[in-house]
């Protein structure tokens, strides 16, 4: 079945560090791929997708390409804010399966 | 424009006890999720509905029932409570099934 494997947290980084997560998964077919945050005490959001091989999502800084040969689907950002601090799940979506499948998420904490 | 609401933010159950949590969405959406969240382990896909008066089981739907008789919202039950359903519920709903999932902000519920 599918599944989606992300490092483990927390991660904790001074401002302005640079930033990765590391996603990869295992599914058939073609998926989409997706990375979710969660601020605290809130629900999911949409960060950035990718439907394609070699597509890059971005969106506030953050960045992910959609690597088949590597099946991975890591997250990068140039410099963290402390605003940045949150739960960060990689999930992908497969037409066969008609839903999407989540990772762990992965903790960012980021301090001054 | 609320989006998700989200129908009590907490509660405290004892075993046995049944109860409802409700979800609302105000953005005409089809797709409707129920995921409940628990630490190490994601979320995790409860049931789901593709549009009014459907409904479907997801990953983990053994204790639960669903509901979808207005298009706007999606109920969950619990018939009997069990210390096990502890966690967080988060509700979501979408346009279609590969397209951005819209969460609400999460039922915190813990069974004694």
């Known amino acids: 079945g599918n599944s989606v494997t992300q490092m483990e947290g927390p991660v904790t980084l001074s401002e302005e560090a640079f930033l990765t997560i590391n996603c990869t998964y295992t599914?058939?077919?073609?998926?989409?791929l997706f990375w979710y945050v969660q601020y605290p005490g809130e629900g999911l959001q949409l960060l950035l997708k990718?439907?394609?091989?070699?597509d890059k999502g971005s969106n506030k800084g953050f960045e992910a390409t959609y690597r088949k040969e590597t099946t991975s689907f890591h997250l990068e950002k140039g410099s963290v804010q402390v605003s940045d601090s949150a739960v960060y799940f990689c999930?992908?979506?497969?037409?066969?399966?008609?839903?999407?499948?989540f990772g762990t998420g992965t903790r960012l904490q980021v301090t001054l | 424009n609320a989006g998700v609401t989200q129908t009590p933010k907490f509660r405290v159950l004892k075993t046995g006890q049944s109860m409802t949590l409700l979800c609302a969405q105000d953005?005409?959406?089809?797709?409707m999720y129920w995921y409940r969240q628990d630490p190490g382990m994601g979320l995790r896909l409860i049931h789901y509905?593709?549009?009014?008066?459907?409904?479907a089981k997801g990953e983990v739907p053994d204790g639960y029932n669903v509901s979808r008789l207005k298009k706007q919202n999606f109920l969950l039950g619990l018939e009997s409570a069990a210390p096990s359903q502890t966690s967080v519920y988060f509700c979501?709903?979408?346009?279609?099934?590969?397209?951005?999932?819209?969460f609400g902000p999460g039922t915190r519920l813990t069974v004694t």
């Open positions: 509905s593709v549009g009014e008066g459907t409904t």
């Open positions: 999930a992908l979506f497969s037409g066969t399966a008609s839903k999407l499948t």
């Open positions: 953005m005409n959406h089809e797709y």
């Open positions: 979501a709903s979408s346009y279609g099934s590969e397209l951005e999932q819209y």
């Open positions: 599914a058939t077919g073609y998926p989409s």
């Open positions: 990718a439907t394609k091989a070699d």
